[in-house]
């Protein structure tokens, strides 16, 4: 017999489970106490609930195994919602372990009592209050197990703290069945061979592929299928990396500040292939005016939710995207012609890529497009790059040419400010050693800034790129075109000094204000400070704008262009 | 378009709250919803009647059968089944209406379980129209007080919901 707090620890053992973030509190004392008897699960402790739940999710985003968190109850909950919204909207598999009060104090009021459940049902896949011991065990095997399978998602498990002291026998069961939950894998094959005859027929194709062909660890299949019918390919936000950035057929990002070229070619297609994507309103624009073009969509996802929600689909595919491309695959190594037409429809598009929309004006100021260009040419390509939430975000998808999947990671569909720096740490600690960059702003940059001090504590070398223009870039330039520059609340003043702040936390501060000395500044950053996190507070153009955009309401091919300004 | 969506689902603490809230967060109707345990007390059996188009059905259907403890989703309406609604009416019986309301009662097939001096309890079984005729057919003064269970239904013949 063992203690509720061992069996928690046993079931992370049993799960692989190397390395917890958390943070502990009352409810949790116990799980806490176990912990601290064994070295299998390492702990790291965060310095706000918000970022031990960013940083469990980064853990999963990049390494593919599910990130946990371990939080006490009450506040140690609700700071962990918005990290929760966040998993939950990019479908990030994540455990998170929450302390409850006593069962028998559960609805009095008690001290750090929350209604665990009921604040995170909405944003969780699914979510669990224990309240015999006994169902311990196989509660948190259901967790990873719903957490990693089918759409996967972010499961919160609520344990009240009597149960973790109550005695039982540990027996954690090597594989589980749940009469209502069995996700699809395998796709329809009729659909798929549907789907491969559509292909054939295809004059202009386009493949879009999102995050779930990240999720799926399908992009290597992706490129293969992509070259054997020589398409060109676009990736949503969450899918850069997904196919590399640096090929031929590579379109670039599509949506609302996606290339000329990608939504171009996605609106004017005549077959789209979406696999893993949900053709979100930042990607399809106005879905009236989408709807327009004729075409045929074949549509690959494991939720058949997701599927037909705001676009008609003539071929969906229910399954998961490694095993239909797999199936894909097979049945065009059997027979495969590549369209003529094809080459028409490519000489269009690189027609459409000779306007080079992402040139940008030159300045005698820092332009942030090429402070993102540098720490692309510093780090090889190979860095893994965090961001936040903003104009930052979207110059760092831009430009820096994901050629990998799990490289990039953002928080693509809540939008959250203040994931960058413990997306770093989640990063580091699945990836010990890898170059991390954290591309950021002033005002994202706050929003988790006390992070700094754990990077400090377990020596977590990220490199934050500050793309400082003293504004909340990506509203002011939304006031400035469609407010009458009306500047409402988007200017920061009172900056802290970053460089000496980040002394402050015992790290390396640079302020780089002229273009020149942007590459060696990254330069000295990745090398002689390698093993050092540097805050890089780059005083970057504050008129810089992201180009293309397509604005909100507006088509897909109804683009502003940075040269139409 | 009217359409009667039944559900089984695990019979967990949580369960209703689930599906209220789905339906709550994505913007679709309740008009009534009923729930009680089934044959097999592992299992719940949830009755939802709610209007949308079929896009927005199709939506909820898919929606329903993606939360965990949903074990299957039918669209009942979708095919031939029956339907019933029970309501309890309180009604005022007093002077002539006493013998008025009895022989309304009896004319809808109703059943009176409980009698005062001065009201009737009138129980009616039947599909939710009927249950709306019979409220019209009152005089509407009369009427103390109603409350309806929502609509339960059920496939014909050989459709079947079951684990």
């Given at each position: 017999?063992i203690?509720?707090?061992?069996?928690?620890?046993?079931?992370?053992?049993?799960?692989?489970v190397d390395?917890?973030?958390?943070?502990?509190g009352?409810?949790?004392?116990?799980?806490?106490d176990?912990?601290f008897?064994q070295?299998e699960?390492k702990?790291?402790?965060?310095?706000?609930?918000?970022?031990a739940?960013?940083?469990?999710?980064a853990?999963s985003?990049?390494?593919?195994?599910?990130?946990?968190?371990?939080?006490?109850?009450?506040p140690?909950?609700?700071?962990?919602v918005t990290g929760?919204?966040?998993a939950?909207?990019?479908s990030i598999?994540?455990?998170?372990?929450?302390g409850?009060?006593?069962?028998?104090?559960i609805?009095?009021?008690?001290f750090?009592?929350?209604?665990?459940?009921?604040?995170?049902?909405?944003?969780?896949?699914?979510?669990f209050?224990?309240?015999?011991?006994?169902?311990?065990?196989?509660t948190?095997?259901?967790?990873?197990h719903?957490?990693?399978?089918?759409?996967?998602?972010?499961?919160?498990?609520?344990i009240?703290?009597?149960i973790?002291?109550?005695?039982?026998?540990?027996?954690?069961?090597?594989?589980?069945?749940m009469?209502?939950?069995n996700p699809v894998v395998?796709?329809?094959?009729g659909?798929?061979?549907?789907?491969?005859?559509?292909?054939?027929?295809?004059?202009?194709?386009?493949?879009?592929?999102?995050?779930?062909?990240i999720?799926?660890?399908?992009?290597?299949k992706?490129?293969?299928?992509?070259?054997?019918l020589?398409?060109?390919v676009?990736?949503?936000?969450?899918?850069?990396?997904?196919y590399?950035?640096t090929?031929r057929q590579f379109?670039?990002?599509l949506?609302?500040?996606?290339?000329?070229?990608?939504?171009?070619?996605?609106?004017?297609?005549?077959?789209?292939?979406?696999i893993?994507?949900?053709?979100?309103?930042?990607?399809?624009?106005?879905?009236e005016h989408f709807?327009?073009?004729?075409?045929?969509?074949?549509?690959?996802?494991?939720?058949?939710?997701?599927?037909?929600?705001r676009?008609?689909?003539?071929v969906?595919i229910?399954g998961?995207?490694?095993?239909?491309?797999?199936?894909?695959?097979?049945l065009?190594?059997?027979?495969?012609?590549?369209?003529p037409?094809v080459?028409?429809?490519?000489?269009?598009?690189?027609?459409?890529?000779?306007?080079?929309?992402?040139?940008?004006?030159?300045?005698?100021?820092i332009?942030?497009?090429?402070v993102?260009?540098?720490?692309?040419?510093?780090?090889?390509?190979?860095a893994?790059?965090?961001?936040?939430?903003?104009q930052?975000?979207?110059?760092?998808?831009q430009?820096?040419?994901?050629?990998?999947p799990?490289?990039?990671?953002?928080?693509?569909?809540?939008g959250?400010m203040?994931v960058?720096?413990?997306?770093g740490m989640?990063?580091?600690?699945a990836?010990?050693?890898?170059?991390?960059?954290?591309?950021t702003?002033?005002?994202?940059?706050?929003?988790c800034?006390?992070?700094?001090?754990t990077?400090k504590?377990?020596?977590?070398?990220?490199?934050?790129?500050?793309?400082?223009?003293?504004?909340?870039?990506?509203?002011?330039?939304?006031?400035?075109m469609f407010?009458s520059?009306?500047?409402?609340?988007?200017y920061?003043t009172s900056?802290?000094?970053?460089v000496?702040?980040?002394e402050?936390?015992g790290?390396?501060?640079?302020?780089?204000?002229?273009?020149?000395?942007?590459e060696?500044a990254?330069?000295?950053?990745?090398?002689?400070?390698?093993?050092?996190l540097?805050?890089?507070?780059?005083?970057?153009?504050?008129?810089?704008?992201?180009?293309p955009m397509v604005?909100?309401?507006?088509?897909?091919?109804?683009?502003?262009?940075a040269?139409e300004? | 378009?009217?359409?009667i969506?039944?559900?089984?689902?695990?019979?967990?603490?949580?369960?209703?709250?689930?599906?209220?809230?789905?339906?709550s967060?994505r913007?679709?109707?309740?008009?009534?919803?009923?729930?009680?345990?089934?044959?097999?007390?592992?299992l719940?059996?949830?009755?939802?009647?709610?209007?949308g188009?079929?896009?927005?059905?199709?939506?909820?259907?898919?929606?329903?059968?993606?939360?965990?403890?949903v074990v299957?989703?039918?669209?009942?309406s979708?095919?031939?089944?029956?339907?019933?609604?029970?309501?309890?009416i309180?009604?005022?019986?007093?002077?002539?209406?006493?013998e008025?309301?009895k022989?309304?009662?009896?004319i809808?097939?109703?059943?009176?379980?409980?009698?005062?001096?001065?009201?009737?309890?009138?129980e009616?079984?039947?599909?939710?129209?009927k249950?709306?005729?019979?409220?019209a057919?009152?005089d509407?003064?009369?009427?103390?007080?109603?409350?309806?269970?929502?609509?339960?239904?059920i496939?014909?013949?050989?459709?079947?919901?079951?684990?």
């Open positions: 017999m203690s509720g707090a061992e069996i928690v620890i046993r079931c992370l053992q049993e799960e692989k390395c917890v973030f958390g943070y502990p009352g409810s949790v004392l116990h799980i806490y176990a912990l008897k070295d699960v702990h790291i402790l965060v310095r706000h609930e918000q970022a739940v960013h940083a469990a999710d853990y985003r990049s390494s593919q195994r599910v990130g946990v968190a371990l939080v006490t109850s009450g140690g909950v609700t700071n962990t929760i919204a966040t939950y909207m990019d598999p994540m455990v998170v372990l929450c409850q009060v006593p069962t028998q104090y609805g009095q009021d008690a750090q009592e929350c209604d665990t459940v009921g604040i995170t049902r909405p944003c969780v896949k699914h979510n209050l224990v309240k015999d011991v006994k169902d311990l065990a196989i948190i095997k259901k967790a990873f719903i957490a990693a399978t089918g759409r996967p998602g972010p499961v919160v498990v609520d009240p703290k009597d973790t002291a109550q005695m039982c026998e540990f027996d954690y069961p090597k594989t589980i069945q009469r209502s939950y395998k796709g329809h094959l659909q798929i061979k549907k789907a491969v005859q559509i292909l054939q027929e295809a004059k202009r194709p386009i493949i879009y592929a999102g995050g779930g062909v999720l799926s660890d399908a992009a290597e992706l490129t293969q299928l992509a070259r054997k020589n398409f060109p676009t990736n949503t936000l969450m899918g850069l990396g997904g590399p950035a090929d379109v670039g990002m949506g609302m500040h996606g290339t000329f070229e990608a939504n171009n070619a996605m609106h004017y297609a005549d077959v789209i292939l979406a893993g994507a949900r053709f979100d309103d930042r990607v399809i624009g106005n879905p709807s327009q073009e004729k075409r045929r969509v074949i549509h690959i996802d494991i939720d058949p939710s997701s599927i037909s929600k676009v008609k689909v003539d969906p229910v998961n995207v490694a095993d239909v491309l797999d199936e894909l695959l097979k065009l190594d059997a027979g495969c012609k590549t369209d037409e080459a028409d429809w490519w000489a269009q598009i690189e027609e459409w890529r000779g306007r080079e929309s992402l040139r940008y004006r030159q300045s005698e100021h332009m942030p497009q090429f993102v260009e540098k720490l692309y040419e510093v780090t090889g390509g190979d893994f790059i965090t961001s936040d939430v903003g930052h975000q979207m110059f760092a998808a430009y820096y040419k994901f050629d990998k799990r490289r990039w990671i953002n928080s693509g569909g809540l959250t203040g960058g720096l413990p997306y989640g990063v580091l600690m990836n010990p050693g890898a170059q991390v960059a954290c591309v702003g002033e005002g994202s940059i706050q929003m800034i006390q992070e700094m001090s990077c504590q377990y020596g977590l070398p990220i490199k934050i790129i500050n793309l400082n223009n003293g504004m909340l870039g990506m509203v002011r330039q939304w006031q400035e407010y520059k009306r500047y409402s609340q988007s920061v900056l802290p000094d970053f000496k702040l980040a402050a936390y790290h390396v501060g640079m302020r780089i204000e002229r273009p020149e000395d942007v060696p990254l330069r000295k950053a990745f090398t002689e400070h390698k093993d050092d540097v805050f890089m507070d780059f005083i970057i153009d504050p008129a810089a704008n992201v180009f604005a909100a309401g507006k088509g897909l091919t109804e683009m502003i262009l040269e300004l | 378009m009217r359409h969506i039944s559900i089984l689902i695990e019979n967990e603490a949580g369960a209703l709250s689930r599906v209220a809230g789905l339906f967060a913007g679709y109707n309740i008009e009534s919803l009923t729930v009680a345990p089934t044959e097999d007390e592992s719940s059996r949830m009755t939802i009647l709610t209007h188009s079929d896009e927005v059905l199709e939506q909820i259907t898919k929606q329903l059968n993606k939360l965990v403890d299957k989703v039918v669209d009942l979708e095919a031939a089944h029956v339907e019933r609604e029970l309501m309890l309180k009604v005022r019986a007093t002077g002539k209406d006493r008025e309301m022989r309304m009662a009896d809808f097939r109703g059943r009176i379980i409980d009698v005062t001096e001065s009201t009737y309890v009138i009616l079984t039947g599909a939710s129209s249950l709306d005729s019979f409220i057919a009152l509407a003064g009369l009427i103390l007080e109603t409350v309806r269970t929502g609509v339960c239904g496939g014909r013949g050989d459709r079947i919901l079951k684990v």
